[in-house]
């Protein structure tokens, strides 16, 4: 009896054996698996199960020859998955090499500067300022007449641009869509105007011939200085940082009345003075004012019922600002080596 029960266990081995040789891929190689060691009938399985019912005087030598049978079996198995794995290697595609070390994927980003103005955008619309949009290509109405600027004014030469024709320039700023939007809404009125912009400016390292502006513009009954210097103090501190502080100089654009330059303390130093800052402590970010009346009349608004600021500034340069970019020409230059810095 002894010697019978192990006889069939070496049979059963050898059964399991050439199976498992001849396993053709993985599902069949777990389907043996399971007939011989699954734990619920696996038909070795059944034997282990069994062996507490033997006579005592059995139950060591058909045990150690169970075990023998499961460990065979277990590294059969193994044995196996690994030529499988193998032969999978060498029947890759031509040309394709599996033992190579994998790459990392190649991982896109937003540009750093469509970054910013997006953040920008968002702060403003917490703020009450709908996204609005408009050409970049501008009659010399638009860009000029309609702003209180009339083409034999010195500020007009600050502008010089493309022209496309007598009458169309690319535009030098994205004011035109202040008007643009006015003609077609009626106050209130609360946007910021994304875009670029065109100058014959040199590209160097502060300048582009091509750039990016974001425009702002808050028109209604009863806005105030008040409301303008708060405003674009408290977009300064949702962007830079709430310790930030601003500071208005007085400076001129004819399309506003009284204008100004805009200050924040530099984010290097924090005011205390640094090469950013050439030891200011403050660094310039838009150029602002209280809407000149002589727009409101050229849109049909009543000028003696509303009110209203305007701003403008360059994302690029604020771009700068924040992540430390000496060169603007690097933000345009399309070099993935420096863009991807930006991958997050
Ligand atoms: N359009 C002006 C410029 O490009 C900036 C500006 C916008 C100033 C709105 C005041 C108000 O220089």
């Known amino acids: 009896m002894d010697t019978d029960q192990v006889a069939a266990l070496e049979e059963m081995l050898k059964e399991a054996s050439s199976e498992i040789a001849e396993a053709e891929d993985e599902a069949a190689l777990e389907r043996a698996r399971v007939r011989w060691l699954g734990r619920r009938d696996g038909r070795l399985t059944e034997v282990l199960r069994g062996l507490g019912s033997l006579p005592a005087q059995e139950r060591g030598a058909v045990g150690a020859a169970a075990n023998r049978a499961k460990e065979a079996i277990g590294q059969a198995l193994e044995r196996r998955a690994r030529a499988l794995a193998e032969k999978g290697v060498e029947e890759a595609p031509p040309g394709v090499d599996l033992t190579l070390p994998g790459r990392d994927g190649w991982q896109g980003a937003v540009h750093p500067v469509t970054s910013v103005i997006d953040e920008i955008c968002d702060i403003f619309r917490g703020l009450g300022f709908t996204r609005a949009r408009g050409p970049e290509v501008e009659t010399v109405w638009y860009n000029f007449e309609a702003l209180n600027t009339p083409l034999d004014h010195p500020a007009a030469d600050e502008h010089d641009t493309m022209y496309l024709g007598p009458c169309t320039v690319l535009r030098s700023h994205t004011s035109p869509v202040q008007i643009r939007t006015m003609q077609a809404h009626q106050p209130p009125v609360r946007i910021v105007v994304p875009g670029?912009?065109?100058?014959?400016?040199?590209?160097?390292?502060?300048?582009?011939?091509?750039?990016?502006?974001?425009e702002g513009l808050a028109a209604d009954e009863g806005i105030t200085f008040v409301e303008f210097k708060w405003t674009l103090a408290e977009f300064a501190r949702r962007f830079f940082g709430p310790e930030t502080r601003t500071r208005f100089r007085p400076s001129f654009f004819p399309f506003t009345e009284p204008s100004a330059e805009v200050d924040v303390t530099c984010m290097i130093c924090g005011g205390a003075g640094c090469s950013a800052c050439k030891g200011t402590g403050w660094i310039e970010i838009m150029g602002a004012g209280m809407v000149d009346p002589a727009v409101f009349e050229q849109v049909g608004y009543d000028p003696e019922r509303y009110?209203?600021?305007?701003?403008?500034?360059?994302?690029?340069?604020?771009?700068?600002?924040?992540?430390?970019?000496?060169?603007?020409?690097m933000l345009y230059d399309s070099d993935v080596r420096f863009l991807e810095q930006f991958a997050r």
């Open 307 to 329: 009110t209203g600021f305007a701003f403008g500034m360059g994302p690029a340069r604020i771009a700068m600002l924040r992540y430390g970019i000496p060169d603007i020409r």
């Open 196 to 214: 670029m912009c065109y100058r014959r400016d040199p590209f160097d390292a502060s300048h582009a011939p091509a750039f990016e502006q974001i």
